[in-house]
């Protein structure tokens, strides 16, 4: 039986990473991408806006809505990861500067109207980046937390710890308020930590499989990966780049590739020493009543063939 596509928004803050999670998206019949909506995080606001489009012009669909939201988190100042990411934010490969246009509405707004507009529970979130977007629909129009269907993130880490500090993952700590605001809210949750990224690192075979592809988009992604992966492994010295936010994608696509726990997960939004620590109560000790599904296992390969699959189908 084929099930209808799921209907998405994109959440992101692009980045190499965020980029590959909306080529997999825009190449799977499994979802529909109603919108995107940037966020400020691994690089500044104008940046993460630019690059939604930049993409979604390789994929051929200038027809796709970009929205821009938050150019700074709730309460904190905005940290960004050109260090990671490069000045650009998709260092690796020049592409043209966007032809298609940025949306007038704010990202927040959209969210709330489309989420309004909807028949209850049709759309997920997939949030890719800082979740102030996402925080600030919910501020100025708490009726749609019962209307979001799931949000499937990107975002903490607990058994890997953090990336950014050695306690938080660079999502929950650019923004840790607004995480705390979404994972108060009732929403359905699965969340996609460190623990599970940081199992699907690029291999040299596979990277050389995306060079070899014909159209533009494998060597795209391989000339990103390139430049993404350096700073990984350095810092761990791994042999390839964790494809962090395709997981996202890659779960809304075959969520059997995943196992995990339905348990209580909380955002540590205070503590100078931990700020952004994500507390996964893998074992039920605190009591508190579960709220997510943590995921903490993939089937490396089973992701990989699948990207290498979809990133094929591009002409
Ligand atoms: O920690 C990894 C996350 O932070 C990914 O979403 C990456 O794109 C950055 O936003
Ligand atoms: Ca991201």
Redesign the pocket.
């Known amino acids: 039986m084929t099930h209808s596509p799921h209907q998405i928004i994109i959440d992101?803050?692009?980045?190499?990473?965020?980029a590959v999670a909306i080529l997999l998206a825009l190449a799977s019949p499994e979802v529909k991408v109603l919108a995107i909506t940037t966020v400020a995080?691994?690089v500044p606001l104008a940046l993460t806006s630019a690059n939604a489009r930049k993409v979604c012009e390789l994929a051929g669909r200038p027809d796709i809505s970009v929205f821009a939201g938050c150019d700074r988190p709730l309460k904190r100042p905005l940290i960004t990861?050109e260090n990671?990411?490069g000045k650009t934010g998709l260092d690796g490969i020049e592409l043209p500067e966007p032809q298609m246009p940025l949306q007038a509405q704010h990202s927040v707004d959209f969210i709330i109207e489309t989420l309004r507009n909807a028949p209850e529970k049709t759309i997920t979130i997939c949030s890719?980046?800082?979740m102030t977007n996402t925080a600030q629909a919910l501020l100025k129009a708490p009726d749609i937390a019962a209307r979001v269907k799931r949000i499937v993130l990107?975002?903490g880490?607990f058994f890997e710890g953090g990336?950014?500090t050695p306690s938080a993952?660079?999502?929950m700590f650019?923004d840790p308020d607004a995480a705390k605001i979404v994972f108060a809210a009732g929403i359905p949750l699965t969340v996609i930590p460190?623990d599970v990224?940081h199992q699907v690192l690029t291999s040299k075979e596979w990277v050389d499989g995306l060079r070899r592809m014909d159209n533009q988009v494998g060597p795209a992604v391989a000339a990103w990966t390139d430049f993404f992966e350096r700073y990984d492994m350095e810092k761990y010295g791994s042999e390839g780049a964790?494809l962090?936010?395709p997981c996202v994608i890659g779960y809304m696509i075959k969520p059997e590739l995943f196992s995990g726990r339905f348990i209580n997960v909380e955002i540590e939004a205070d503590s100078p020493l931990t700020v952004g620590a994500m507390v996964a109560d893998w074992w039920n000790v605190t009591g508190r009543t579960a709220n997510a599904e943590y995921l903490r296992d993939i089937d490396r390969d089973g992701f990989f063939d699948l990207l290498s699959e979809r990133l094929a189908t591009y002409q």
Do not use: K, R, S
């Not at 992101?12 to 965020?18: I, K, L, N, S, Y």
């Open positions: 992101t803050d692009p980045g190499q990473d965020d995080g691994n990861a990671v990411h890719l980046g800082p990107m975002g880490g990336n950014i993952e660079f999502n650019v460190l990224t964790p962090h936010d």
